[in-house]
């Protein structure tokens, strides 16, 4: 039977079959399909295989070999391949398509026609032809068609082909010969390819792999190693495993484009001129930052322009900054013993944030050319220079002086902007009648550790001397150190000195006007008898008792009471004498009249009564109506202008009650107004009357130009001075007095519901009781059913709604901290669930950066869990108006607080976190552990050390988040130092 049967048609069949079918991970050793000359395969016996090679459309050889003896018996029919290089392989696939004919469809074949043939190789380093010897050849597998030619029920033949393909392997020699051996059976073979594979060179995460030949072992992988592309460095080693099947498994490691390189398809490109790339990583080039600039291409860093700079902890990314600009408005207050300055901060801060002031002080004659430094005697607090806030205190000035003070303000870049600095300056005179001079020092007699000293009283004008400083020390150690103490009369027994050694002495006085400078110094010998020494004690003692007992016990005291804030007491003690003080203080101050009793509205049977009563009517006709300023919960706020007969225009802001609103809202809205109408306080929102008779309802209070607490703070953020914060606080605290004199408890005390005029005046408003709360958008639903603003309401009143003038001391509290803290919402993000435990735990919000240590003491104060122990808010008028007489009291800010050598306070009120994270957590900034530990901080103690630069350096780039991790930090300083005076360890 002819083998030639169907040959044509499979070979164009074939053509299309094998076109375009190599995969990118083998590599082939030999494919029949391509090759174009004669193949010169060998057949044994020679008229066994048939080699058969024909001519595609294309002129390109098709070689097929074909063996069909099937009525013969015994066949043994060998075709042999010739020497196939095996290359880099150690295992070959061999893949096989070929046709065998089903022996059924031939008729009288039984018995000799066979359906399989066997595939055979052998190994061997010789590449030429070497003699065909069966037995020399290894088995790989007996070949069976899966599919043969078949025949339909119609008669037609239908082609099958059969693709097998077979391992062979390990090879070790360098090549080998394949062999076909038929046994009898219609076989047409019509290609044989061989191929081993490999994991095809590869571009991964910006590394190259090369070509990587598998291990025959197919359960193991070979580790390769990638090179970073050109300006690509190694993040982690670049890996990548490559499989026995050639694909490559398990990407490891990355590359990433070096400084001034950005990634684009697989590859590093240079920055264009005018960005740069500071770090290396996959980020984009970035433009250049303010003030900067390249014009190179590939650039890490831009160069600063022209008067502009980089200091040396700037990170590139920063705009290029300058200098300062003077600072502004110096302004000064002094009185008996302390000189306050005060100024406000630079137009142009140069665009840093690290703003800090130096004071210099000179002295001038009449001539201004000619002045000189101010010397070593005067005290500034808290410190001369370095300041972080615009003001500062000078102690120990000499009457009958004149000061110049010079100002400058410093940012990180000053030192490398140009000398001389700007200044700003002022004159200060200290010509109020302060004490001359004291006359002459002498020594009455001398002991071995004593001397006795007196000296003429100065000439007084007409203030007396309250007492005299003597400060003494060693002549031979003049540089170390001096003591000092204080006398009432002009002489002073200064013991504890040592036997035969010169002090030199020199003493001021002190009147209320303020010290005297100091006099001549004087130079005296102690004696060498050690007989006097009980004498002295007995004089030293009366001494130390009326001096210091008089005076420094009560500047301790005083201090004491102001720097730890244990003021509930001081309060209560104080307030009395502070009250009649106030009145000269405070300009303008009015004294609060008779105080009457808040009737509830609720009272009356008749609402309408109860509006007749608290609220005047007015004809809509003498309101003008100009805009629209918001919305409330009823209708429409708006502004405009009253001009009730034959009085003068006032502005108003006007409620109206929208159209369509039911009797019941009427009545609720109208509830607010017969609140409202009971007040007159400077301090609570005035009434001026209502609209009730005709349509629309209106309610019209007076126009708070500022509008409402927390916005008007959140956009003067750190623009208002301590004073003027001080002032607001001590405005509400004073309407809040009223209301409680009153016996009206408001329930929703918050920055929200305060308005401000343009003069800064703070009014409480929105009154209303529960209907307020539910007006309120804080207010949330607690577990007994009411509606709450859980943030500013104290435990009792959420836990049992046990609403009370303390708990509206509470809410002020936290009205204080929106304050200090310029609008930022109580307790950020936390959940109200998480603000109701951690109060419950004990946890208080921090002292706002910049705050001082007496007005978060208050804030604590006002936080007591146990409601008797709050202040009364007539407490916290007196106390902060204390404040405002004493600015000095407002210096020590919380994040000073390790320079003092008090006790901290009450900070072991607070939770001690134990780690980064817990502390973190707590404040709901999670999110930055990773930028903490990255930048190298790994213990609370590291942390607490941090400024606000550092903060910003670990990558936190909001404000708020900035604030509110700069506040904990403060906290956990005084915790740290707290337990070091304490000894008490978590
Ligand atoms: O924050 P604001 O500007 O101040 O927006 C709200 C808005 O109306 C809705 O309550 C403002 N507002 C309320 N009462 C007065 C008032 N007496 N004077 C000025 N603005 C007011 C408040």
Known sequence: ????????????????????????????????????????????????WDTITEMDEQNRPIHT??????????????????????????????????????????????????????????????????????????KIDTIAADESFTQTDLGDRILKLNTEVREVGPITQKGFYLAFQDIGACIALVSVRVYYKKCPFTLRNLATFPD????????????????????????????????????????LGRCVCSRGYEELDGTCFACRPGFYKAFTGNTKCSKCPLHSFTYDEGSSLCQCEAGFFRAGKDPPTMACTRPPSPPRNVVFNINETSLFLEWSPPSDTGGRSDLTYNVLCKKCGSDPEQCELCGGGLRFFPRPQGLTNASVTVLDFAAHANY???????????????????????????????????????????????????????????????????????????????????????????????????????????????????????????????????????????????????????????????ITGRCQWYIKAKMKSVEKRRAN??????????????????????????????????????????????????GEVCSGRLRPPGMREIPVAIKTLKGGSVECQRRDFLREASIMGQFDHPNIIRLEGVVTKSQPVMIVVEYM???SLDSFLRKHDAQLTMIQLVGMLRGIAAGMKYLSDMGYVHRDLAAR???????????????????????????????????????????EAIAYRKFSSASDVWSYGIVMWEVMSYGERPYWEMSNQDVILSIEEGYRLPAPMGCPVALHQLMLHCWQEERSHRPRFTDIVSFLEKLICNPSSLLPLVEDMESLPESPGDVSDYPLFISIGDWLDSIKMSQYKNNFLAAGYTTLDSVSRMSIEDVRRTGVTLIGHQRRIVSSIQMLRLQLLHIQETGFHV
């Open 404 to 562: 110049t003070f010079e100002i400058e303000s410093l940012n990180g870049v000053s030192e490398l902007g140009s000398f001389p600095r700007p200044v700003a300056a002022i004159t200060v005179s200290t010509e109020q009648g302060g004490p001359s001079l004291v006359g002459m020092v002498k020594k009455d007699w001398a002991s071995p550790s004593s001397i006795a000293l007196s000296w003429q009283e100065p000439e007084q004008h007409d203030t007396a001397v309250l007492d005299y400083e003597i400060k003494y020390y060693e002549k031979e150690h003049e540089q170390l150190s001096y003591s000092s103490t204080r006398t009432k009369t002009p002489s002073a027994i200064i013991a504890g000195l040592k036997p035969s050694t010169h002090y030199v002495f020199h003493v001021r006085a002190r009147t209320s006007a303020g010290y005297s400078s100091y006099g001549p110094k004087v130079e005296y010998e102690t004696g060498d008898d050690a007989s006097n020494m009980a004498a002295d004690q007995g004089q030293v003692l009366v001494i130390v008792t009326a001096a210091v007992g008089g005076f420094a016990l009560l500047v301790i005291l005083t201090l004491f009471f102001l």
């Open 65 to 138: 070999f074909q063996v069909c003896h099937v009525m013969e018996p015994n066949q043994n029919n060998w075709l042999r391949s010739n020497w196939i290089s095996r290359q880099a392989a150690q295992k070959v696939f061999v893949e096989l398509r070929f046709t065998l004919r089903d022996c059924n469809s031939i008729p009288w074949v039984s018995g000799t026609c066979k359906e399989t043939f066997n595939l055979y190789y052998m190994e061997t380093d010789e590449s030429h032809s070497v003699k065909f010897k069966p037995g020399h050849y290894t």
């Open 585 to 634: 203080c405070l300009n303008g101050h009015i004294p609060s009249p008779e105080v009457k009793t808040y009737i509830d509205p609720d009272a009356y049977e008749d609402p309408t009564q109860a509006v007749q009563e608290f609220a005047k009517e007015i004809n809509p006709t003498w309101i003008h109506i100009e805009r629209v300023i918001g919305a409330g919960e009823f």
């Open 753 to 795: 519901n305060i308005l401000v005029n343009s003069n800064l005046v703070c009014k409480v408003s929105d009154f209303g009781l529960s209907r307020v709360l539910e007006d309120d958008p804080e207010a949330a639903y607690t577990t007994t059913g009411g509606k709450i603003p859980i943030r500013w309401t104290s435990p």
């Open 705 to 707: 130009e500022k509008g």
């Open 1 to 48: 039977m002819s083998s030639g049967v169907n040959a044509c048609l499979i070979i164009v069949l074939l053509r299309v079959l094998f076109t375009d079918s190599t995969h990118s991970n083998q590599v082939m050793l030999l494919d029949t399909t391509t090759v174009l000359g004669e193949l010169g395969w060998k057949t044994y016996p020679v008229n066994g």
């Open 212 to 251: 990587t030949i598998p291990r025959m072992d197919s359960s193991s992988l070979v580790e390769v190693r990638g090179t970073c592309v050109n300006n690509a460095e190694e993040r982690d080693t670049p890996k990548l495993y490559c499989g026995a099947d050639g694909d490559w498994l398990v990407p």
